[in-house]
């Protein structure tokens, strides 16, 4: 980072421990140096959209994209019946690409 003139924004940092189950206890939970920061290990970070944990079980990222779905499909129940048919249809196919 020093080469390239780069500074570490550690509000932004997250440090990221990946472990097999069996392995877990073994993780360090204290904070991590990284360059003049401390920076304090989480146990999942969202790189490009996409939730990792520490396990790698993707536990995190089915549980946001379970709740992301749900709160679009409550969205569309609470105005079913100011849509017509096609345009209720539309909605829920539009919503469905998204995600």
């Not at 980072?1 to 550690?10: G, T």
Request: hydrophobic content about 40%.
């Amino acid at each position: 980072m020093k080469a390239h003139r780069l500074q570490l924004n550690p509000a932004k940092t997250e440090v990221l421990w990946c472990a097999s189950s069996r392995r877990q206890h073994q993780i360090p939970t204290g904070p991590v140096r990284v360059g003049d920061a401390l920076v304090s290990p989480v146990t999942a970070a969202r790189d490009l959209g996409v939730y990792i944990d520490s396990g790698i079980t993707m536990r995190t990222q089915v549980i946001n994209t379970v709740r992301a779905c749900f709160a679009a499909l409550r969205k569309i129940r609470s105005m079913r019946w100011s849509l017509p048919q096609h345009a209720l249809l539309t909605l829920v196919f539009e919503q469905s690409r998204e995600k």
